[in-house]
Each structure stands twice: as structure tokens, then as C-alpha cells.
């Protein structure tokens, strides 16, 4: 159950008749009273004799006892209430009982004889409309401070009564929700989504590609956004708006945000906290501290892809073992990856991907804070990812995405695990619906190079696959029987051999990738250990053909740095996966 408090107005009557009315799209039926302050207020929807004027003139009595000087410019409360979708329908009687708690929860009506006046109107089956003047009975004003969150309370107290869906309780660090009014003219301009969502999606991928300031405002201008920075007489840039060409008012002007307003972390300042190096690095860019590596170029989609993946995995060893601030960052920068990935992903997971990085981002922010700078890894390869170029989808570039996409899902479900311990409801839920869209765009990444892997596992000789099978029932005797009749196994077969050819020991790094993270809930556990011995042998995700070329097209790229991994973790590898 949702409740609502709206933008306070001065138009009692102008309220009423939209109420009353058949709505912007007919959608109001039935408008009637279920509920007012005294129980007897006359009902201008059942009552033919009563008009919306009548119903005015009652709620807004009050304001005559108040000199002109003392009346407020905004007298008018208005307070929604809205089920879940898969809630019973209520009855008028169920209603009027909520409508009575909300206005006393909210100190509308806190019970003491003098509240103010009010009425709740129902004009659907799933929600009503409360409306009510902002002076008592005494002439006093109400105390309504922070009604919005009474009213959140007092519904989680209801939804627990009734036996209705339960939403998950907020810590105020949501974006802002599109209004009504946004989500309408989204309907009627043929928008997908309202403007502000729009917005802060295509902001959101521009701080992903982006190093620096410059470079920010470069990327959102060409993403086709108007952009107005508040600029300081020093000269310094202070904040910013951004609008979308074809988002006009009634005057036929552009309908500019400010960056604060589309999400919490989109103010300039929370920008810039991003590129901000930690305390070690700025030492060391000084020369009071150890020299950092530098950090070798992309060379292209898959090699950047592969560092990706090796960034994410540090990320979870961080979100995992670390302290809370720098796991918060951790998470905040895994968006970031998100909407890179969204950004260059190839058409067939293009979907999934974008939907990953739109949920994902109520999980990017908690109210714990993010220790900037630890997470420059994870926000370097989001960069890669951007400035390597789109993905082809195909060949090693596409076995690299699948790798990636495979290692990111990893992650999606550590913050949503990271979060559960929290008890931060919403940004849990989140993560782990974001898993879900990864799950979907993995299994369409990896349907071409797993057929290439597994049909090179089928033509390895009998004597090599049955050596391959009895180094799988050696290792991991509890799981060898379900992986072999696994419709992967031949793909792992082909990866085994790959890494006793590279010079490595198979029983070693299959020991040490059956270590890192549980498999007994995987539906396809040759999967995950095909990606993760391909990423510690520094293996090709997509080997070359019989000829010696690599397959498809796709080039060697250099090896990525060894990788130290953990024993065990608390993270489920693959609950709910394929």
C-alpha cells in the first residue's frame, strides 16, 4: 500500500472536480465518499442534491474564522492511498477505516475534536483521494510535519492487518518518483517512459564513460541532452540541469532537471566524489607513498571485457571481506558496469542489460557511506568497457561479454546478499531483480560460444574425454555424475584439455574454481567452471580453430594479471540461475 502526500494547493473546488470527475483518461468511476471528518458530510457523487460546491464550502468553513492576513496561501492537503496490484479488492468500509487512520496518523485529524476537516473520495477500486483544509477547528494549524513518513508507517502497520502485499520500508535514498502529471505526458507524447527516468538513465551512462568533468558534460551532450550549468561569479561550475530537446511546458520550453533532483548521487558534487583518488593513491601521486601501477591501454572490446571481469572479481573479494564503507562504493561503482555494459552491449542482450542497469540502480545507494576512490578498479573498467567500443557479439568479443555478463551477475547477487544483511529491503530486491535480467542477457551471450566449446569437447578423442571424466570424479566425486550429464560438460571436457595444453595442472585450478563459490545450486555447474578455469588460465573465452586461427575472426589478446582467490565466500554463485 502506497500512500501519498501531494504538493499543497490553494483550490479546494478545482480538487473537487477532478476528483469527481471522469478523469484525464476516463478512468474514474463511481466517485464517491467512503469516509469525512464528522461521518456525515453530504456526498455530491451519490447525492444528486449536494454539489462539489456544497462539499467545498464545508471542508473550507474553517478559514472564516481566520482574519485574511492569517489564512494560508496554501490551504489545501491532498494525500492518495493506493493497493498493490495483486491486493484484494477493499470494501468502502475497509477505506473509510484507512482513510480515518491515515489522517490521524498524519496529524490531519489527530482525534482531539478540533482537527481539520476532511473527506476521502473513491473513485477506483485499488486506491482513494484524501483531501483536507490546513486549519483546525480552534483556528489552530494542524501538525502535519513529515506526514509522508506517518502516513508510510502507519500503511506498513495496515498492509500487516488486512493481510495485504507488503512493501518494502524505504531509508530515503530512492530517486525521486515521476509525478503523476510526468507519467501522463509520458502516455500522451508516445514516451516510453517519463522524461525524468529518461533522464536520469542517460546521465547515469554518462558518468560511466567519464574520467573527468569536462568529459561528463561532453558525454551528455552527445547524448543529445540540453544541459545549463549554475556557474558561481568565480567562474566555477556549481551545478547542472539537464533536459530533453522534445520535453516542452505550455510555453514551449525545455523542462530542464537538476542533477540532485533525477537521483540522490547525480548532484554535481556526489559527481565528483567519484574521481576523487583514495588517501594511498593521491600519496603515492605525490611521491609519499608506494608507486601505483599504471594501468595498461584497452585494446579493444574483448580485452576490456576480460579486465572487467578481473575488476569484478576483486569487487566481490571487497564486498565480501571488507568494511562497509568501501563495500557500499564497491556496489555504487557495479552500477557503473551496469550501464557500460548497457551501453555497448550487442543487440541480443542490448534488452536485458539496459532493464539490469535501471533496477540495479536503487541498489547503487544505502544510507551507508561509500569511502570514495577504493572502487577506481571497477570505475576504470567501466570507462574501458565505454571507450573500447561497442560489443559484436560474436566470436571471442562475444565469449568475453559472456564471461563478463556471468562474473557481473556474480555481483548483482553478492549486493543483494551484502544489502539483506542491512535489512536494506528495497535496494536488496533490487540487486537481486537486476540478477535476474543478467541470468536472461547470459543466457543469450552464451549460447553461441558454449555450442563452439562444446562442439570442440565432442570431438576430443574417447581416451582424452574419459581422462577428463576421471579427473572430474578425482576432484569433485559429490557433483561428477550431475556435471557429466550436464549438456555443458562437453564444453568443460574441451576447457580442460585447453588448460593441460597451456601448461597448467587441470586438478589444481579445477579444485581451486569448485572452491570459490558454492555449486550445488547452479543449473549448470560446467558453466560456471568452464568461465572460471578459461579466467585463471588466462585462457581465450572462445579458443582458436584446428587451423590455428582464432575462431571466428577474433585475435589473442594479452594475458591479465594472476588473480588471488578466496576459498570460500558467503555468496550464493548461482541461486536462482539458468
Known amino acids: ?38 461521518g456525515m458530510a453530504a ?41 498493490a496490484p495483486d491486493d484484494p479488492i477493499l470494501s468502502d468500509e475497509q477505506w473509510g477505516d484507512i482513510a480515518r487512520r491515515m489522517v490521524a496518523a498524519t496529524g490531519i485529524d489527530p482525534g482531539d475534536g478540533a482537527g481539520c476537516r476532511w473527506a476521502a473520495v473513491r473513485h477506483a477500486d485499488d486506491h482513494i483521494h484524501i483531501i483536507a483544509t490546513l486549519v483546525r477547528e480552534d483556528g489552530r494549524r494542524p501538525d502535519h510535519h513529515r506526514s509522508g513518513k506517518r502516513a508510510q508507517a502507519k500503511c506498513r502497520l495496515i498492509e500487516k492487518e488486512l493481510g495485504l502485499h507488503q512493501v518494502a520500508p524505504g531509508d530515503g535514498t530512492a530517486a525521486k518518483r515521476a509525478t503523476s502529471a510526468e507519467r501522463h505526458k509520458a502516455e500522451r507524447t508516445g514516451r516510453g517512459r517519463p522524461a525524468r527516468e529518461e533522464l536520469r538513465e542517460t546521465v547515469r551512462r554518462a558518468v560511466a564513460g567519464a574520467t573527468s568533468e569536462g568529459e561528463f558534460f561532453d558525454q551528455l551532450a552527445s547524448a543529445g541532452l540540453l544541459i545549463r550549468k549554475r556557474v558561481a561569479p568565480s567562474g566555477d561550475v556549481l551545478g547542472y540541469k539537464v533536459a530533453l530537446p522534445d520535453d516542452r511546458n505550455g510555453d514551449k520550453e525545455p523542462v530542464f532537471y537538476a542533477g540532485s533532483t533525477l537521483a540522490p548521487d547525480l548532484s554535481l558534487p556526489r559527481i565528483r566524489e567519484r574521481w576523487a583518488l583514495p588517501a594511498e593513491a593521491a600519496a603515492s601521486a605525490d611521491g609519499s607513498g608506494p608507486e601505483q601501477p599504471a594501468l595498461p591501454d584497452v585494446t579493444g572490446p574483448a580485452f576490456a571485457r576480460r579486465r572487467a571481469t578481473a575488476a569484478t572479481w576483486q569487487a566481490l573479494l571487497i564486498i565480501d571481506y571488507g568494511d562497509d564503507g568501501t563495500a557500499a562504493a564497491q556496489i555504487a561503482a557495479a552500477g557503473e558496469i551496469l550501464d557500460a555494459l548497457a551501453k555497448t552491449s550487442a543487440a541480443h542482450t542490448r534488452k536485458e542489460l539496459r532493464e539490469a542497469a535501471f533496477v540495479f540502480e536503487r541498489a547503487s545507494r544505502s544510507r551507508v557511506r561509500a569511502v570514495r576512490g577504493h572502487e577506481r578498479a571497477l570505475r576504470q573498467a567501466a570507462c574501458d568497457l565505454v571507450h573500447s567500443g561497442p560489443a559484436l557479439g560474436r566470436g571471442e568479443d562475444g565469449a568475453t561479454a559472456a564471461m563478463l555478463i556471468d562474473m557481473v551477475f556474480f555481483l548483482a547477487i553478492a549486493a543483494a546478499n551484502w544489502h539483506a544483511k542491512k535489512e536494506h529491503v528495497q535496494q536488496a530486491a533490487a540487486a537481486q531483480q537486476a540478477a535476474e535480467h543478467l541470468r536472461a542477457a547470459y543466457e543469450s551471450a552464451a549460447a553461441q560460444p558454449m555450442a563452439v566449446l562444446r562442439q570442440r569437447g565432442q570431438r576430443l578423442a574417447p581416451r582424452v574425454r574419459q581422462r577428463h571424466a576421471d579427473l572430474l570424479q578425482q576432484v569433485l566425486p559429490e557433483l561428477a555424475e550431475r556435471i557429466r550429464a550436464e549438456a555443458g560438460w562437453a564444453a568443460l571436457a574441451s576447457t580442460l584439455d585447453d588448460v593441460r595444453k597451456a601448461g597448467h595442472d587441470p586438478a589444481v585450478l579445477l579444485a581451486d574454481a569448485a572452491r570459490r563459490r558454492e555449486l550445488d545450486t547452479a543449473d549448470s555447474i560446467s558453466d560456471v567452471l568452464v568461465w572460471r578455469l578459461r579466467r585463471s588460465a588466462h585462457l581465450l573465452a572462445l579458443p582458436p580453430s584446428p587451423d590455428g586461427t582464432a575462431t571466428m575472426g577474433t585475435r589473442r589478446t594479452a594475458p591479465l594479471a594472476p588473480v588471488t582467490q578466496p576459498a570460500t565466500s558467503a555468496v550464493n554463485d548461482h541461486s536462482r540461475r539458468r
Open 43 to 83: 456526498d455530491p457523487g451519490r447525492d444528486p442534491a449536494v454539489t462539489k460546491k456544497d462539499l467545498q464550502h464545508l471542508l473550507d468553513q474553517p478559514l472564516s474564522l481566520l482574519d485574511a492576513d492569517r489564512r494560508p496561501d496554501k490551504h489545501v492537503w491532498h494525500c492518495s492511498v493506493r493497493a
Open 1 to 38: 500500500m502506497i500512500p501519498r502526500i501531494h504538493q499543497q494547493g490553494s483550490n479546494t473546488l478545482g480538487l473537487l472536480r477532478y476528483l469527481y470527475g471522469k478523469g484525464t483518461h476516463e478512468e474514474h468511476i463511481d466517485p464517491h465518499l467512503v469516509a469525512s471528518f464528522d
